[in-house]
Nanobody
Framework: VQLQASGGGSVQAGGSLRLSCAAS????????AAWFRQAPGKEREFVAA?????????YYADSVKGRFTISGDNAKNTLYLLMNNLRPEDTAVYYC???????????????????WGQGTQVTVSS
Protein backbone atom coordinates (compact mmCIF):
# COMPACT_ATOMS: atom_id res chain seq x y z
CA VAL A 1 0.00 0.00 0.00
CA GLN A 2 1.27 3.45 -0.88
CA LEU A 3 -0.13 6.54 0.80
CA GLN A 4 0.26 10.07 -0.53
CA ALA A 5 -0.63 12.92 1.82
CA SER A 6 -1.35 16.43 0.61
CA GLY A 7 -3.17 19.62 1.54
CA GLY A 8 -0.87 21.13 4.12
CA GLY A 9 -0.02 24.79 4.18
CA SER A 10 0.24 27.94 6.25
CA VAL A 11 -2.81 29.54 7.84
CA GLN A 12 -3.59 32.00 10.57
CA ALA A 13 -5.10 30.91 13.85
CA GLY A 14 -8.80 30.25 13.45
CA GLY A 15 -8.40 29.17 9.86
CA SER A 16 -9.12 25.82 8.22
CA LEU A 17 -7.33 23.25 6.10
CA ARG A 18 -8.31 19.93 4.63
CA LEU A 19 -5.69 17.24 4.34
CA SER A 20 -6.03 14.37 1.89
CA CYS A 21 -4.39 10.97 1.78
CA ALA A 22 -4.69 8.97 -1.42
CA ALA A 23 -4.09 5.23 -1.24
CA SER A 24 -2.92 2.94 -4.00
CA UNK A 25 -2.31 -0.77 -4.02
CA UNK A 26 -4.98 -1.57 -1.47
CA UNK A 27 -8.27 0.01 -0.54
CA UNK A 28 -9.02 1.65 2.78
CA UNK A 29 -12.13 -0.46 3.17
CA UNK A 30 -11.88 -2.99 6.00
CA UNK A 31 -8.83 -1.14 7.35
CA UNK A 32 -8.16 1.32 10.10
CA ALA A 33 -6.86 4.63 8.78
CA ALA A 34 -5.49 7.42 10.90
CA TRP A 35 -3.76 10.76 11.05
CA PHE A 36 -0.78 11.44 13.29
CA ARG A 37 1.30 14.56 13.68
CA GLN A 38 4.79 15.40 14.82
CA ALA A 39 5.97 18.81 15.94
CA PRO A 40 9.69 19.68 16.08
CA GLY A 41 11.33 18.10 19.08
CA LYS A 42 8.24 16.11 20.00
CA GLU A 43 7.11 12.55 19.55
CA ARG A 44 4.60 11.60 16.90
CA GLU A 45 1.11 11.83 18.37
CA PHE A 46 -2.28 10.45 17.47
CA VAL A 47 -4.78 12.86 15.95
CA ALA A 48 -7.72 10.85 14.61
CA ALA A 49 -8.69 7.45 13.25
CA UNK A 50 -11.51 5.81 11.39
CA UNK A 51 -12.32 2.10 11.39
CA UNK A 52 -14.22 0.99 8.33
CA UNK A 53 -14.40 -2.52 9.74
CA UNK A 54 -16.74 -1.14 12.43
CA UNK A 55 -18.90 0.89 10.09
CA UNK A 56 -16.73 3.96 9.92
CA UNK A 57 -16.54 4.72 13.61
CA UNK A 58 -14.21 7.63 14.36
CA TYR A 59 -11.84 8.41 17.22
CA TYR A 60 -10.11 11.66 18.12
CA ALA A 61 -7.41 12.99 20.39
CA ASP A 62 -8.88 15.23 23.07
CA SER A 63 -6.85 18.16 21.77
CA VAL A 64 -8.63 18.14 18.40
CA LYS A 65 -12.09 16.86 19.32
CA GLY A 66 -14.77 19.22 18.07
CA ARG A 67 -12.38 20.96 15.67
CA PHE A 68 -11.10 18.18 13.38
CA THR A 69 -13.13 15.70 11.37
CA ILE A 70 -11.74 12.52 9.83
CA SER A 71 -13.58 10.98 6.90
CA GLY A 72 -12.99 8.86 3.87
CA ASP A 73 -14.23 8.26 0.37
CA ASN A 74 -13.94 4.59 -0.50
CA ALA A 75 -14.82 5.22 -4.13
CA LYS A 76 -11.81 7.54 -4.43
CA ASN A 77 -9.75 5.51 -1.93
CA THR A 78 -8.93 8.73 -0.14
CA LEU A 79 -8.78 9.69 3.53
CA TYR A 80 -9.45 13.26 4.67
CA LEU A 81 -8.83 15.37 7.73
CA LEU A 82 -10.82 18.59 7.91
CA MET A 83 -9.21 20.93 10.42
CA ASN A 84 -11.20 23.91 11.64
CA ASN A 85 -10.39 26.61 14.19
CA LEU A 86 -6.68 25.87 13.89
CA ARG A 87 -4.36 26.90 16.68
CA PRO A 88 -0.60 27.57 16.70
CA GLU A 89 -0.14 24.38 18.74
CA ASP A 90 -1.54 22.41 15.77
CA THR A 91 1.64 23.24 13.84
CA ALA A 92 3.30 19.97 12.86
CA VAL A 93 3.99 17.56 10.05
CA TYR A 94 0.86 15.50 9.55
CA TYR A 95 1.07 11.86 8.50
CA CYS A 96 -1.59 9.46 7.31
CA UNK A 97 -1.36 5.80 8.18
CA UNK A 98 -3.33 2.62 7.70
CA UNK A 99 -3.35 -0.94 8.87
CA UNK A 100 -5.48 -3.93 7.86
CA UNK A 101 -5.47 -5.60 11.27
CA UNK A 102 -5.43 -2.82 13.85
CA UNK A 103 -7.32 -3.62 17.02
CA UNK A 104 -9.39 -0.95 18.74
CA UNK A 105 -7.24 -0.73 21.84
CA UNK A 106 -4.17 0.07 19.71
CA UNK A 107 -5.44 2.71 17.30
CA UNK A 108 -3.48 5.48 19.03
CA UNK A 109 -0.18 3.61 18.79
CA UNK A 110 1.76 4.86 15.79
CA UNK A 111 4.36 2.11 15.89
CA UNK A 112 1.71 -0.51 15.10
CA UNK A 113 0.56 0.95 11.78
CA UNK A 114 1.92 -0.88 8.74
CA UNK A 115 1.61 1.80 6.06
CA TRP A 116 2.54 5.48 6.14
CA GLY A 117 2.33 8.50 3.91
CA GLN A 118 5.23 10.92 3.54
CA GLY A 119 3.81 13.75 5.67
CA THR A 120 2.53 17.21 4.91
CA GLN A 121 3.46 20.38 6.81
CA VAL A 122 0.80 22.41 8.59
CA THR A 123 1.84 25.77 10.01
CA VAL A 124 -0.53 27.91 12.05
CA SER A 125 0.49 31.45 12.92
CA SER A 126 -0.97 33.52 15.74
Amino acid sequence: VQLQASGGGSVQAGGSLRLSCAASGRTFSRQTAAWFRQAPGKEREFVAAIRWSSGGHTYYADSVKGRFTISGDNAKNTLYLLMNNLRPEDTAVYYCASDPSMILSSIRMSRLYAYWGQGTQVTVSS
